[in-house]
């Protein structure tokens, strides 16, 4: 799917982009590696096609929550779905987020550009990013520049999304 050209018919009507099936970048309990955090199964509910490891500049995930952080590079996996399988996922997972697009509890389902790691990313490395505080992986922003991006959604916080709105080359695609 070219989830760029997704993006870009995005609107004012902020059901129906929210509607939209993007990958699903998590941080926290939803993740797999190294093992799962509890809440894997919420993401297992339909196969997906493909996961990836990836971060997300300037956003530092920490217990079950994210901060903003300039310069981190948090740590994230990404799982994609078809379509059908997707509608399916986002509930569950935005359930678990007490997330609602007209209410908003704490978390905002937040479309981000997600940088992916290569396939061959170092385990060890990964993983060592992997702690329950403050899990970045310590890429020099310079480098940035030469991993893929992907837009994806990942769920952020009202103040988290304001600094990064205020941000140059902020990963920040679109939040309500």
């Not at 310069?71 to 935005?94: P, Q, W």
């Amino acid at each position: 799917m070219n989830y760029q050209a997704e993006f870009e018919k995005f609107g004012d009507d902020y059901h129906a982009n929210y509607a939209r099936s993007f990958p699903i970048a998590v941080f926290g309990t939803l993740r797999k590696l190294p093992c799962d955090q509890g809440n894997l199964h919420r993401m297992l509910k339909r196969d997906p096609v493909d996961h990836k490891k990836a971060f997300i500049p300037h956003i530092l995930p920490s217990n079950i929550w994210v901060d903003f952080k300039e310069g981190a590079s948090g740590l994230f996996e990404v799982f994609y779905y078809t379509d059908d399988d997707f509608k399916e996922v986002i509930k569950g997972v935005d359930r678990l987020e007490s997330f609602t697009p007209d209410h908003h509890y704490g978390y905002h389902r937040t479309l981000l550009s997600v940088y992916l790691l290569p396939d061959d990313y170092p385990e060890d490395d990964f993983n060592r990013g992997i702690r329950w505080d403050k899990r970045t992986l310590g890429i020099p922003e310079d480098e940035w520049k030469d991993f893929e991006t992907v837009p994806a959604w990942a769920y952020s916080n009202a103040k988290t999304n304001e600094l990064l709105a205020e941000m140059e080359n902020s990963p920040l695609l679109w939040w309500h």
